[in-house]
């Protein structure tokens, strides 16, 4: 089936001048989004995953420099058709046409992206009346019907709280009520539940999901959680030191990852059904993106690198015809290496439980 | 068997209210009571504003508490206590907070933040044991002897978590409180911090409270768990019984939220969400109640009869 692509990332490199020197965030990154679907970019703070989509956005800081690249963004909502390079939108272009109309951002602090002093019924009309100019009456209807929507009881009571009146989990409901405001194709969640308790980041990825089934939004992910990816991702982008090591198919990333590094962050969740004394963990901490590199970035913390990691830096192998991996353990005269026994056997482990558990 | 064992920590009935007015106040722990052995890890989970960390806070004398008593190695510890009382307390009971960034000093090298302890309890006579004792501590935590004469600031957050653990293990404490000391991290640098703190727990036999809201990785480090639900402590036990049959349901409704790394059953699994007005579960009434071996719950009779018919 052809899938319509609303997002294409292509070759994007970007930098950051500091007093330090210059920091290369990103280094050609390539990555899609298709209509409809979830992509997660998962990686450790400082990997560039929130680069990637703050640049999709227009909202780099001033000391960021786009080096190459080209983000395409196709879609056609209500007779507006829109097939552009997004990079070359001026900063005011994208205000008026991108921002919060085509493309919405839920951030991670819910109390730091509200307005302390607006109700949260004028702020969820707010982008409406700016984008669309929407009536009074009927922003206001459509607010109330996008707080029941985002599960918050009594919304025409609720238009008048403050975002302080509302608890953390509720404040979140409410960004996401503003992000989906203006009926964007793309919605892009910046660790949206890591400020969040684990029972109300549950509620909350199950309210994204079903908001998706309902209208049909793209969403991208960003966590550093792959309990959270499982949930709710199609496709994951795994991203360490700026470059995208890792894509594929949900199934294809936990059930049959290829890199070490994604072998790594899946061996450090743990597990509720087994009983090591010790967690694993990757060596070293993530990759200091103002040395510069030489050969694969993700070499000193990786137990299986070879040589040639020190060296040359790993181009993207094709595992299959959605899954790539950036890793010469791929290459023809790689000796054979595969992941560590312990983490084997909890994928078998969960191959069961599909068979068991679902399956048909 | 723990009967025989004298607690290193004993909380009785421990009340925290805060007055936010004339006329109302937040019940943020209301009613809580649990020991810690020497040696041991006591998880301590539950949402925000379940009274987590109110009760560390309490116990290592940050708050007065509104009523209720808090035992340390065989001393009462809460209400007015002696100098000297003080300042056992302040070298035995150490605290490590969630963000290791707001809680060092950045005018101060990591010598001099992890010797502060020293300094003040007059520990050392000497510079060269002063710095002795330094190296060893952060040789303990994974950090090299070059990293003491750097700044806060050129840390990275897990190295900095261990920072902050060096400076708690260099008072040669009996017990230590973990605020969240993990939350703010990301979850392959977690792992590197619980391994660390389990592996120093078995060098120094430190008592650990340690509080998160994190069941997954409480179960890893902690020997027995508490599960705190608005200042009642709802259900505690060993890490075993927790896990393999939770009573409670607003246990389970933590358990059903720890997401696994499985795509196919994780994409149908919807959370078990817990609401205590919907379930008209009232915690004043009820009791605790003895499961087994050191496995409680608070509950009326009726109550925890069909929870345990629930689960099983």
Not at chain 1, 167 to 174: D, E, L, N, P
Not at chain 1, 176 to 190: G, K, R, T
Not at chain 2, 234 to 248: A, C, L, Q, R, Y
Not at chain 2, 279 to 295: C, F, N, R, T
Request: glycine share 8%; hydrophobic share 35%.
């Amino acid at each position: 089936m052809n899938k319509d692509k609303v997002l294409s990332i292509r070759d994007l490199s970007i930098s950051f001048q500091t007093t330090a020197g210059e920091v290369n965030a990103i280094r050609g990154v390539d990555l899609d989004l298709y209509q409809g679907e979830t992509l997660a970019i998962v990686g450790e703070s400082g990997s560039g995953k929130s680069v990637t989509v703050k640049a999709i956005m227009g909202i780099l800081s001033g000391n960021g420099k786009i080096k190459s690249g080209t983000i395409h963004f196709t879609s056609r909502k209500s007779g507006e058709e829109v097939n552009e390079n997004l990079l070359r939108f001026s900063k005011k272009e994208m205000r008026r046409r991108i921002n919060g109309r085509r493309i919405a951002m839920v951030f991670q602090d819910p109390m730091t992206s509200l307005n302390p002093t607006m109700t949260i019924g004028s702020q969820i009309m707010e982008g409406m009346r700016y984008h669309y100019k929407t009536s009074k009456k009927e922003a206001y209807d459509k607010a109330v019907r996008l707080l029941d929507l985002v599960g918050i009881t009594e919304p025409e009571k609720r238009m008048k709280s403050y975002p302080h009146q509302l608890s953390g989990g509720m404040r979140q409901r409410v960004v996401i009520a503003i992000a989906l405001s203006c009926d964007p194709e793309i919605l892009i969640c910046d660790e949206p539940t890591t400020a969040l308790d684990v029972t109300i980041q549950a509620k909350i990825l199950e309210l994204i999901k079903e908001i998706q089934e309902k209208t049909g939004i793209s969403v991208i992910y960003i966590t550093h959680d792959l309990g959270v990816v499982a949930k709710v991702a199609d496709y994951v982008a795994v991203m360490y030191a700026g470059k995208v090591v890792e894509k594929g198919l949900s199934e294809e990333i936990f059930y049959d990852p290829r890199h070490p590094y994604t072998w790594g962050l899946l061996s450090a969740m743990p597990d509720l059904d087994t009983d090591d004394e010790v967690l694993y963990t990757i060596p070293g901490s993530p990759f200091n993106l103002l040395n510069k590199t030489e050969g694969d970035a993700f070499a000193e913390r990786n137990r299986f690198a070879l040589n040639i990691d020190y060296r040359l830096e790993p181009p993207m192998f094709q595992v299959t015809e959605t899954h790539y991996a950036a890793t010469w353990l791929l290459h023809e005269n790689a000796p054979a290496v595969s992941m560590p026994e312990a983490l084997k056997e909890r994928i078998k482990r969960l191959g069961k439980e599909v068979e068991f558990g679902g399956g048909k | 068997m723990e009967e025989n064992k004298k607690p290193l920590l004993e909380v009785k009935d421990l009340k925290q209210h805060f007055k936010l007015g004339r006329k109302f106040s937040v019940k943020a722990v209301d009613g809580v009571s649990f020991r810690i052995y020497p040696g041991e890890t006591y998880g301590l989970v539950g949402e925000s504003g379940s009274g987590k960390s109110t009760i560390g806070r309490s116990v290592i004398r940050l708050y007065e508490p509104t009523s209720g008593e808090v035992w340390f190695q065989g001393i009462k510890i809460s209400g007015r206590i002696s100098a000297e009382e003080t300042k056992r307390l302040r070298t035995n009971m150490q605290m490590i907070f969630q963000d290791p960034m707001a809680c060092l000093n950045p005018r101060k090298k990591i010598l001099d933040i992890v010797a502060q302890g020293l300094d003040i309890h007059h520990m050392c006579s000497t510079q060269e044991e002063r710095e002795k004792r330094v190296y060893r501590i952060l040789d303990m935590v994974g950090l090299s002897r070059e990293h003491a004469n750097r700044y806060p600031h050129q840390f990275s957050g897990g190295q900095r978590q261990r920072i902050g653990i060096a400076r708690a293990l260099i008072m040669k404490p009996e017990l230590i409180i973990a605020d969240e000391a993990i939350s703010a991290l990301d979850v392959s640098i977690q792992a590197q911090v619980v391994n660390l703190m389990k592996e120093i727990q078995k060098q120094t036999k430190t008592a650990i409270l340690f509080i998160a809201h994190d069941l997954s990785m409480v179960k890893y480090i902690s020997d027995r768990i508490g599960v705190l639900h608005l200042g009642h402590l709802v259900e505690t036990g060993t890490t075993e019984e927790i896990f393999s049959k939770p009573v409670h349901p607003y246990t389970r409704s933590l358990l059903s939220a720890i997401p696994q790394p499985d795509p196919v059953s994780e994409r149908k699994r919807t959370a078990y969400v817990y609401d205590v007005k919907e379930l008209g579960i009232d915690y004043m009434a009820g009791v605790e109640h003895h499961v087994e071996g050191q496995h409680y719950v608070l509950g009326t009779e009726t109550e925890v009869e069909r929870w345990v018919t629930e689960s099983f």
